[in-house]
């Protein structure tokens, strides 16, 4: 069973950056898509960000484009998710997921096999 452990999560000021980590239990992981999604109070989980199993492809949603960066190191068996210029709006639980099939990235969430616990980014407005 793969486990995947976020961390970097917390309060910033809007306009600051944070970078949250996802690390997973196994090495099998490298081979997997990443996936970040976000769920913000009584609002469904969306979509953020995905990377291929490679790196080398990247999808990002709209509303976070040109302010967050998705990357991963397969040696570290970690994803990582840069966030900068962050909003008010950006406030959520953001999980990290990863898909055992395709090369990916994914951006559904019926994609994605394993999950995180989440971690909270509040931004202050």
């Known amino acids: 069973q793969v486990q995947l452990v976020e961390s970097g999560g917390g309060l910033v000021q809007a306009g600051g950056s944070l970078r949250l980590s996802c690390a997973a239990s196994?090495?099998?992981?490298?081979?997997?898509?990443k996936g970040w999604f976000r769920q913000a109070p009584g609002k469904e989980r969306e979509f953020v960000a995905g990377?291929?199993?490679?790196?080398?492809?990247?999808y990002y949603a709209d509303s976070v484009k040109g302010r967050f960066t998705i990357s991963r190191d397969n040696a570290k068996n970690t994803v990582y998710l840069q966030m900068d210029s962050l909003k008010a709006e950006d406030t959520a639980v953001y999980y990290c997921?990863?898909?055992?099939?395709?090369?990916?990235?994914?951006?559904?969430?019926?994609?994605?096999?394993?999950w995180g616990q989440g971690t909270q980014i509040t931004v202050s407005s």
């Open positions: 990377i291929s199993w490679s790196g080398a492809i990247t």
């Open positions: 997921a990863a898909a055992a099939y395709g090369a990916g990235p994914h951006r559904r969430m019926d994609e994605y096999n394993y």
């Open positions: 196994r090495r099998t992981f490298s081979s997997y898509s």
